[in-house]
């Protein structure tokens, strides 16, 4: 419990880990869904302070890793018009497309704005009604409102030159996917807490009850993730599987009713494909007929993408928790936050970016790479200076 | 952007037919939305994300969260400048020379919208 000391409450932390320490009595494999989550986990070690028993694996909540590469170059060719104004989250500056990012455009010219809330976007609309603007509308249920709301301002208010370029996803189809797969190793997860402040926890318990896993809403701070470690593995050992609310300051179980409105007025539920991960039915919302009119790519029609997904990138792989980033052979060489090969590598949620900033460089012994010192915080070999001031 | 940051409601208006705020997160002060919490007052805190506040939060918890995230660094991430932050994650130049943008608005790139990185710095460390 080296690092201990570094949490908010440290004897509050002591008494979670070792109530998690006196009840596992054998393995367990728990995901974390959300980036946030693993973030949090990477940054205090808590995977580390664990019992060995108690496994981590890192679940495909980013938002920013998951857009599919078609759609990152669709972003490209639409933000490289001379007749657009393109608005994004600065998350997505250094997302890489096929060859180049959002960055490189508005280095080469481009007008990439980047906004705070997507209401900035359609203020930029107003302002500029000789050009279209386009907003890049990505995200999880916790983001999806705020752009569905954005859509419908734009309609009433009758705003004809803003669109939104859709890649919304959802977390339980996600869920779904992850207990079908063969290689699935998961018997817990830990659920996204913001997600669920939006979502409630409705629809869990079904998905629970059929794979008989034990699903724990949580929240992102460290004392949230060992409460939601302590209670997941509470229920293992005693053979449950039900849908416990380990965040009740944020999440009701009704979520929030006129966010929920929104989302189904804007948005219908479409098949989505997922970065490194492929289409997983029902995963994800697309505009309905009602707002087609402000989806930029029925407005553009960008057509003859061609996706080009670096070979040794195994970004997928981390995503669906079948291997750890350090696994891979371009971790820490080939593959850097300055130099990323996928988007886990340059969204500060993935997982691979947290663990090359936080110093998760231990290798195994079959890699090729001069050994690495052990634990969070050591300084390493194969890597540049620590990015992190 | 994943991040969903605590803070309290300063001031209520209407704009365009919508309910905004002025909210306080720890001294960085934003425009958020509250078409989705209606009923929330000045003086109450909220969990916002990208703009728009999507749950009520007890006054304790959002205080804890709120030190957390500035000891953390995560307020920065928030609500410093994007660009600077991509390019010194990448290693580009920045600022882009302005010869090389199209408009006097590109060069904006959204920033007036939020406090200078110096700014959030320093409230990180108070």
Redesign the interface.
């Known amino acids: 419990m080296k690092y201990i000391e570094e949490f908010q409450d440290p004897d509050l932390a002591r008494r979670l880990l070792d109530d998690i320490h006196a009840t596992v009595t054998r393995p367990w494999a728990l995901m974390e869904v959300c980036g946030g989550q693993t973030h949090t986990i990477i940054r205090h070690g808590i995977d580390q302070l664990l019992p060995e028993q108690v496994e981590l694996i890192h679940g495909p909540g980013c938002p920013v890793c998951v857009t599919p590469l078609e759609v990152i170059d669709k972003a490209l060719e639409i933000a490289s018009r001379p007749d657009v104004i393109f608005c994004s989250f600065g998350d997505m500056l250094r997302v890489p497309g096929t060859g180049r990012d959002l960055f490189q455009v508005r280095s080469e010219g481009g007008d990439v704005r980047v906004v705070y809330s997507p209401l900035d976007a359609l203020k930029v609309a107003r302002q500029n009604p000789g050009r279209e603007v386009v907003f890049f509308g990505i995200g999880f249920e916790t983001t999806a409102p705020p752009n569905a709301m954005t859509v419908y301002q734009a309609k009433r208010l009758g705003i004809p030159n803003f669109s939104l370029l859709v890649s919304h996803v959802r977390v339980p189809p996600a869920i779904e996917a992850i207990m079908r797969s063969p290689s699935c190793r998961v018997q817990g997860f830990l659920a996204a807490g913001h997600v669920c402040s939006v979502m409630g926890t409705g629809e869990y318990p079904e998905l629970a009850a059929r794979h008989r896993v034990p699903i724990v809403v949580t929240g992102f701070e460290p004392l949230d993730i060992l409460e939601g470690v302590r209670r997941a593995v509470r229920q293992l050992e005693r053979g449950e599987h039900t849908v416990d609310n380990a965040y009740a300051r944020a999440v009701r179980p009704e979520g929030n009713p006129a966010a929920l409105a929104m989302l189904e007025d804007v948005f219908e539920v479409t098949d989505r494909a997922w970065r490194g991960i492929g289409v997983i039915p029902d995963s994800g919302w697309r505009l309905s007929a009602r707002y087609r009119e402000f989806d930029a790519e029925h407005r553009f029609a960008v057509t003859g993408i061609t996706t080009r997904e670096p070979a040794e990138c195994r970004s997928g792989e981390v995503l669906q928790g079948l291997l750890k980033p350090h696994e891979c052979e371009a971790f820490g060489t080939t593959c850097t936050p300055r130099t990323p090969l996928g988007a886990t590598m340059v969204s500060s949620e993935g997982a691979c970016a947290a663990y090359y900033l936080y110093r998760r460089l231990e290798l195994t012994p079959a890699r090729t790479a001069p050994p690495a010192p052990a634990g969070p915080h050591a300084s390493t070999a194969p890597l540049e200076a620590s990015p992190v001031a | 952007?994943?991040?969903?940051v605590p803070g309290r409601v300063l001031e209520i208006a209407e704009e365009?037919?919508?309910r905004m705020a002025t909210v306080d997160f720890g001294g960085v002060v934003?425009?958020?939305?509250l078409?989705?919490?209606?009923d929330l007052q000045v003086g109450e805190y909220a969990?916002v994300?990208?703009?728009?506040a999507?749950?009520r939060?007890?006054e304790e918890?959002a205080r804890?969260?709120l030190?957390?995230f500035n000891e953390?660094g995560m307020l920065q991430?928030e609500?410093g400048d994007?660009?600077e932050?991509?390019?010194?994650?990448?290693?580009?130049r920045w600022p882009?020379e302005e010869a090389?943008?199209?408009?006097e608005?590109?060069g904006?790139?959204?920033?007036s919208?939020?406090p200078a990185t110096g700014h959030v710095a320093q409230e990180a460390r108070q």
């Open positions: 952007m994943c991040l969903a365009n037919g919508t934003k425009e958020v939305c078409e989705y919490l209606p969990i994300h990208v703009g728009f999507l749950q939060l007890d918890s804890q969260t030190e957390l953390l991430e609500f994007p660009w932050q991509a390019a010194q994650a990448g290693g580009a882009f090389a943008l199209t408009d608005g590109a904006d790139g959204g920033r919208e939020g």
